[in-house]
């Protein structure tokens, strides 16, 4: 038997160690187990690496799970967990899954994992919902890079698919997705990259020009070149013209200021939440201010206006952002916004 938790807010730090066995599971979050973290531990063979039932709110983080024969990492009845970084490797091409999302797990986010050998690289399967697979890479999977059963609103996205054997797909369910709207988009295909297999990219946004057929389903935006994985995006913000808008805005004192953020990488939903002035200067424009989607290498522009006080001549500011990275995770801008 490896190592069971069974109490909240634990924090299971294994240094880089390795716990080895051939029982059933390696490591055990069981019985409504509340905010406990899992990470940097070497779990190598047992039945299943890792295992949580009616587990909530975990972490499970940066492990390395190696020669597992059955499950990478199993939940069953288990939601709000988040798993990422974890390199996960099959003893076989007779392991199953890499990771099983099974009966009622809901609102799980997987994000930037390392899978490789088993039947499937992820399973989503019995009335599993609204789950989160993006910025992984499967590969050398023997029956499929990721399948969905009786399941529904799940979203696998930006992942790398290399040599997954048989297409992935979905059978049952409702509003499952292989791909989400542009600059995101679907997954990399290794078996679906190049014009001789259906993949031409004529107008050079980086998508296939045609969706790949999947079993059931297909990837409405496939993805030309592999994806580098999720993080922070680094937003900058740029400051443009100011100047009143009109006569009306210089008689009330409304100062108008443009602004352009940009991303070297793709930020999703990007919006200002919050503006600091000095010198009495107060916020005229409706928060929050929807900026948009930003493709990598690229920017957007935005105008805001301010209530400037007769006799300001000059005022500093502070704009705070939010947005998202390719795998949905939030990020703040220049931090959190400490206003109501």
Same mark, same amino acid.
């Given at each position: 038997?490896?190592?069971?938790?069974?109490?909240?807010?634990?924090?299971?730090?294994?240094?880089?160690?390795?716990?080895?066995?051939?029982?059933?599971?390696?490591?055990?979050?069981?019985?409504?187990?509340?905010?406990?973290?899992?990470?940097?531990?070497?779990?190598?063979?047992?039945?299943?690496?890792?295992?949580?039932?009616? =587990? !909530?709110? +975990?972490?499970?983080?940066? %492990? /390395?799970?190696?020669?597992?024969? $059955?499950? *990478?990492? @199993?939940?069953?009845? #288990?939601?709000?967990?988040?798993?990422?970084?974890?390199?996960?490797?099959?003893?076989?091409?007779?392991?199953?899954?890499?990771?099983?999302?099974?009966?009622?797990?809901?609102?799980?986010?997987?994000?930037?994992?390392?899978?490789?050998?088993?039947?499937?690289?992820?399973?989503?399967?019995?009335? =599993? !919902?609204? +789950?989160?697979?993006?910025? %992984? /890479?499967?590969?050398?999977?023997? $029956?499929? *890079?990721? @399948?969905?059963?009786? #399941?529904?609103?799940?979203?696998?996205?930006?992942?790398?698919?290399?040599?997954?054997?048989?297409?992935?797909?979905?059978?049952?369910?409702?509003?499952?997705?292989?791909?989400?709207?542009?600059?995101?988009?679907?997954?990399?295909?290794?078996?679906?990259?190049?014009?001789?297999?259906?993949?031409?990219?004529?107008?050079?946004?980086?998508?296939?020009?045609?969706?790949?057929?999947?079993?059931?389903?297909?990837?409405?935006?496939?993805?030309?070149?592999?994806?580098?994985?999720?993080?922070?995006?680094?937003?900058?913000?740029?400051?443009?013209?100011?100047?009143?808008?009109?006569?009306?805005?210089?008689?009330?004192?409304?100062?108008?200021?443009?602004?352009?953020?940009?991303?070297?990488?793709?930020?999703?939903?990007?919006?200002?939440?919050?503006?600091?002035?000095?010198?009495?200067?107060?916020?005229?424009?409706?928060?929050?201010?929807?900026?948009?989607?930003?493709?990598?290498?690229?920017?957007?522009?935005?105008?805001?206006?301010?209530?400037?006080?007769?006799?300001?001549?000059?005022?500093?500011?502070?704009?705070?952002?939010?947005?998202?990275?390719?795998?949905?995770?939030?990020?703040?801008?220049?931090?959190?916004?400490?206003?109501?």
């Amino acid at each position: 038997m490896g190592i069971r938790i069974q109490s909240n807010n634990v924090t299971l730090d294994g240094n880089g160690h390795t716990i080895t066995g051939s029982a059933y599971y390696g490591v055990q979050l069981r019985t409504s187990g509340l905010g406990i973290t899992v990470k940097n531990l070497h779990v190598e063979g047992y039945q299943y690496g890792v295992y949580g039932q009616y =587990a !909530n709110n +975990n972490r499970i983080m940066d %492990n /390395t799970l190696s020669n597992w024969t $059955i499950y *990478g990492i @199993f939940v069953t009845s #288990s939601d709000y967990n988040t798993i990422s970084g974890n390199t996960i490797t099959a003893a076989g091409t007779e392991a199953y899954n890499g990771i099983f999302l099974h009966t009622n797990s809901d609102f799980n986010h997987i994000t930037g994992n390392d899978i490789s050998g088993g039947m499937k690289g992820l399973a989503i399967q019995f009335n =599993a !919902n609204r +789950n989160v697979f993006a910025g %992984n /890479t499967v590969r050398d999977t023997y $029956i499929a *890079g990721a @399948f969905i059963l009786n #399941s529904s609103y799940n979203s696998i996205h930006y992942d790398n698919f290399i040599n997954t054997g048989n297409p992935s797909g979905l059978s049952g369910g409702l509003g499952n997705m292989y791909s989400i709207s542009a600059p995101v988009g679907g997954n990399y295909w290794s078996n679906y990259d190049e014009a001789a297999e259906g993949c031409a990219d004529g107008n050079g946004d980086g998508f296939c020009d045609a969706p790949l057929a999947l079993n059931g389903t297909q990837d409405q935006l496939p993805r030309v070149a592999p994806v580098a994985g999720c993080g922070k995006p680094g937003m900058t913000l740029g400051r443009g013209g100011v100047y009143w808008g009109s006569y009306p805005d210089y008689e009330a004192r409304v100062l108008s200021v443009d602004y352009a953020v940009g991303t070297p990488a793709i930020a999703m939903y990007a919006e200002v939440v919050g503006v600091a002035a000095t010198n009495g200067v107060s916020l005229v424009t409706g928060l929050p201010l929807e900026v948009g989607n930003l493709p990598g290498g690229g920017s957007l522009g935005f105008t805001v206006q301010y209530l400037v006080p007769p006799g300001v001549v000059s005022f500093n500011t502070t704009v705070y952002t939010t947005a998202e990275d390719a795998c949905g995770l939030p990020y703040e801008y220049p931090s959190h916004y400490p206003g109501p």
